[in-house]
């Protein structure tokens, strides 16, 4: 691999290029980060939303959330019609890559927790619960305790529903980077028959193991597979 090419692939920004169809030529290592937690489709219409009118290149500055990242800009670039390429530029806002600080955590069975909240909260309304449950995941390392406060305030955003359901699953192919190694991410997701009250959701959302993503018919806390 060259100098330039290696300089692409460890960009701290995603770079992709995709086939006139949608697949993707290539993509680099920080893309692929992205890609675990983005669908390339999304990623595809943003390049031809931004794409220059003619053959060239066009940089597009924009406010673009998606899942834990901001993007600031948007470069894509043609030169034929067989492929297209983007840069997408994160801003400084993005979450950092997360140290591994365990000293808070302990060994813990996520459904136990999850009861837990569920528990309290019926015990104060007559809300019934729905869980869907994946009896496979197995114990892992998490902060209990800020865990339980993130997850009773996600309830709480949803309180004025008759039927919560609670979902606890692996997400498939999705995973967060700490460190440079990959975890994958356990969710736990929240979903009423009211769409939520989010501004009843006050949460320091700094926590760095943490992935909120949060809209009216859901909020989701996905937090990394730790085994040891």
Avoid at 6 to 31: C, H, R, T
Avoid at 218 to 223: F, G, T, V, Y
Wanted: glycine share 4%; with cysteine.
């Amino acid at each position: 691999m060259g100098f330039f090419e290696n300089w692409v692939e460890i960009d701290l920004n995603p770079i992709l290029s995709f086939s006139s169809s949608g697949k993707i030529l290539y993509s680099n290592q920080e893309a692929q980060f992205l890609l675990s937690r983005i669908p390339s489709k999304e990623v595809f219409d943003i390049a031809l939303k931004y794409a220059p009118k003619s053959f060239g290149v066009e940089t597009s500055y924009i406010d673009l959330h998606m899942k834990n990242y901001i993007f600031y800009a948007v470069t894509v670039s043609y030169e034929d019609e067989e492929a297209i390429n983007i840069k997408l530029y994160k801003s400084t806002m993005v979450k950092k890559e997360p140290k591994l600080n365990t000293k808070n955590s302990d060994m813990g069975n996520i459904f136990t927790l999850v009861d837990l909240s569920i528990s309290a909260m019926k015990s104060k309304s007559d809300i019934k619960f729905i869980k869907n449950y994946d009896p496979s995941i197995p114990d892992f390392k998490l902060n209990a305790k800020e865990f339980m406060k993130i997850l009773n305030v996600a309830l709480a955003c949803f309180e004025d529903s008759s039927v919560i359901t609670a979902t606890v699953m692996l997400k498939i192919g999705e995973y967060i980077r700490i460190e440079g190694k990959k975890y994958s991410l356990i969710s736990i997701e929240i979903a009423g028959d009211i769409p939520a009250d989010l501004n009843k959701f006050h949460y320091d959302e700094t926590n760095s193991y943490v992935i909120l993503t949060k809209d009216k018919s859901k909020i989701s806390i996905d937090l990394p597979l730790i085994l040891k």
